[in-house]
């Protein structure tokens, strides 16, 4: 019995213990869980915290374009999202912060503000104004200086010397610039560099834009590409001239083509310099022949 200050006797309540009435069916899983493990999106379906974490950290950590979306999980089509409060409880801090910053890099690139600029250190986005020379980075796990010019740190009061670099160090950059540019795709909305390992040649950027691996044009469909039935491999289509969608592309063949355009363009300008070897050789490794060694076992 409980007795209160006026002396008013109410029956004490029973302990608290765990009922299967108190266990609520996940709507993702269908695993029964504790009502207290669960969270909620702001309709009120109800989801355990494994199966939203799970969906977060796929947007957080993935590729895919909906980056760190919190729309509800339920089969029905609902179209609310969890409040913060309820994703919170779902991580550890560490993976919280990279939740966040996620979704200011999102936020970023819908923007698709003017003069964007990423500091060269810890890769946080900055708006510069033209004319601006020096990125200071304000990030309090940064906090450095970079000249805009030569991507170096800040060099301030002397004036920037980019244009004063070695004429083979500014070859063989521009001959790494050129290579690279030639396997990497640029988003045409956000800017965002994309490289394909495998699959096929319709891709897409986390910012939702669509695109062309081969052909690195915008697209909507796969009306863009070849509908006719053929080996990819073997030979073109002798029907169309469209984007093949399976069609993998042959990296050393590009690169190596890139290599010998940006020499051949540079050779005008530099032309001691291209003389020379840029780069490691092309030529496969000769092995050397034994030689016998006395006393060797």
């Given amino acids: 019995m409980v007795v209160q200050e006026d002396d ?10 765990p009922q299967e009435e108190d266990r609520v069916e996940c709507g993702c899983c269908f695993e029964s869980c504790a009502f207290d493990s669960m969270v909620q999106c702001e309709d009120g379906h109800l989801f355990c915290t494994i199966c939203l ?10 590729d895919t374009s909906d980056g ?22 779902c991580f550890s801090h560490d993976v919280w ?10 936020a970023v690139a819908k923007a698709q503000l003017a003069g964007l600029v990423y500091c060269y250190h810890c890769n946080h986005p900055w708006e510069v104004d033209p004319g601006i020379k020096i990125l200071v980075c304000i990030n309090q796990s940064c906090l450095k200086e970079t000249c805009l010019e030569c991507k170096e740190p800040s060099h301030l009061p002397d004036p920037c010397r980019s244009t004063e670099k070695d004429p083979e160090d500014t070859v063989r950059t521009q001959v790494e610039e050129s290579m690279t540019k030639a396997v990497i795709r640029v988003c045409s909305s956000c800017g965002a560099e994309l490289f394909k390992l ?24 796969y009306s863009h ?13 002798e029907e169309c001239s469209m984007c093949c969608l399976w069609e ?11 290599k010998s355009a940006a020499i051949e363009k540079l050779a005008e300008r530099y032309p001691e310099v291209v003389r020379r070897q840029i780069g490691p050789s092309e030529d496969p490794v000769r092995k050397r022949p034994c030689k016998e060694r006395v006393g060797m076992i």
């Fill in 8 to 17: 008013t006797e109410w029956p004490e309540a029973p302990p608290s213990i």
């Fill in 53 to 62: 974490r799970r969906h977060v950290e796929n947007s957080i950590f993935g």
């Fill in 68 to 89: 760190g979306s919190t729309l509800c999980l339920a089969i029905t089509g609902c179209e609310r999202i969890y409040p913060r409060s309820e994703i919170r409880k």
């Fill in 97 to 106: 912060l990279k939740y966040e910053r996620r979704m200011a890099e999102e």
């Fill in 198 to 221: 495998e699959g096929c040649n319709k891709i897409m950027c986390r910012c939702g834009q669509q695109m062309c691996y081969r052909c690195r044009e915008s697209i909507t469909d």
């Fill in 225 to 237: 590409f070849c509908p006719h039935i053929r080996a990819p491999q073997v030979a073109p289509c």
């Fill in 248 to 258: 993998t592309e042959d990296v050393n063949k590009v690169v190596k083509a890139a």
